[in-house]
């Protein structure tokens, strides 16, 4: 992803804030590659929302940076997910996130299981203790 | 603070990434009330970033909710100050929320003592160990 | 409307875009003094939509200023109202801006005719017309 | 570009803010390939800064959609440009806009001559004029 200026600050870096859209990207291509498209992962039933976000910021990114976002499962619960994120310039590390997302019920909010395909998908090797 | 438009998300919640908006006009608020504007805290030489970032997602903000966000100092240290923040809409709290901040060079982003006057406002119980 | 980091880029200067979205508050906050809170502009049947802006930008807001953000009705159809917004700082002006709202049908997108009462209260002066 | 979470509101379609933003995008985009990166349009000189815009939207962006975002100069004056912007998804068009940027003194924000390397490169076809 590529910084622009909708991004940084008056101090010309990027806004703290804003690296958690770029998270947020990242992780809805990580679902949209394991076959989880936009209507899987939010849709009139349900949606995924953060409950609980740690963000360790190391070095900054500036205005027209080229910035590599990954996420990755650190585990799968009943009905939530702990992923680990990592921002990348080069071979420079700006980000260390983690956070965990809640599968809820559109209506009421409150959480609901994950179905069984996602959760194999989203860690294939679990799928003796599903 | 009001919810507006630009808040929300398609979930019609405020989207996860904005809450941390509202605790940067929190702290900017803060800081003005124990009256360090901003020249104070964000200028030529030097600025506060956010290094270190927890927050625990509590209970959703929708459209046109009337919100207060808390800001309050945890620890001052040479370079750096640790704050608590917390959101509430009326008694509920929303969201919890404890985050470093170290005040940087602005030319080379590296860490500079903060002032003895900002740390004797920020914890003036400590004068005696400054 | 206080200007915060959120809202200026690394000119030091408030992000053009970011004018609109200060625009909007406004027009929430004008809807609100006729009597029209969020339920009655945008529900579950019908919102409102932009269909139409023209901005000008005389001269920029900076980081901490205080801004002042107007709102009027210009004219009113069967589904649409025109609106101006100006944007001041103390005395000097900084944007001008007209704009048309389209009352759409969410389901289909499509405009749908504004209540009389809503009518009414936008422009009390052509109710014989009505 | 994609259309993510950050991009929507609570209507599930773009908000109308942000297609300013993908406009800003493409503008970047456009200078790049004629070989005016960054340091070329915004460095501690000069920058450019919107005077004026138009912005007619057609119909609207979903999340997850696809769009294009053009960029075309219509005219250069000695300070200023005029762009020509379209979104399309698809053979759809969604927005049209037209816009006005001034180049400035960055220090205290008044127009000043653009190079004629910049206005060259933009309009090779007025050479003979300028």
Redesign the interface.
Known sequence: M?I???D??????V????Y??FM??AR?EFMRSLGF??SAT?NNAS?F?????????LS?AF??DEIRVTASVANVKGASIGMRQNIFRGESELVDASLSLVWVN?QN?MPCRLSKEMRLALRPDIFDTI
Do not use: H, Q
């Open positions: 590529r622009y200026l909708e940084t600050d008056p101090g010309g870096i806004y703290y804030v804003n958690l859209k947020e990207r809805t498209d936009r939010f949606m929302v953060v409950r609980d976000l740690a963000v360790r910021y900054p205005l027209d559109r909010l």
